[in-house]
Structure formats: C-alpha cells, structure tokens
C-alpha cells in the first residue's frame, strides 16, 4: 500500500518546473549570446567564411595565369632575335 504524500507531491512538481524553467533560460541565454556575437562580428566588417573562399579562389587562379604567362613569355623571349630583344641597362 502506497501514501501519497501531498508535500512531496508538490515538491516534486516545484521541481519539475524549476528544470523547465532552467532549460527555458539556457535556450533564451544561448540566442542572446548568439545574437550578441553576431551583431558584433558585423560590427567590425569581419568577412564570412564562403567570401574568404571565393577571394582566395579567385587569387589562385590569378596566380596560375600569371605563371603561365609568365612561361609563355619566357619561350617567346627566346624566340626572338637577339637585336630585337630590348636592352636591359637602365637609363641613368
């Protein structure tokens, strides 16, 4: 046979609410913070990960072609007559 106890009744749902309550703040404390991180990243003009990439992509390839010209300019220096090739004193 069980007592139901009507103080522990209520101390148990005091208790199950206090943890409702606590979970509660913690979501609303993480997204403020959040919120809060966010609003100063923005601030401070900080880029974002996806523009990072996008530059950096674009200076790669920026560098391959200039190798590649690079190459090619090589070969065709070596192509010309030595007459025409222009002088490399420097005017002083």
Known sequence: MQIRNKFLDDISQVMTNAMGLAQGAKVEAKTAMKSLVDRWIADRNFVTREEFDAVRAVALKARE??????K?????????????????????
């Open 65 to 70: 072609e200039n190798v590649a010209l690079k």
């Open 72 to 92: 090619r300019l090589t070969l065709l220096e070596k192509k010309l007559p030595e007459a025409t090739k222009p002088s490399k004193k420097k005017n002083t």
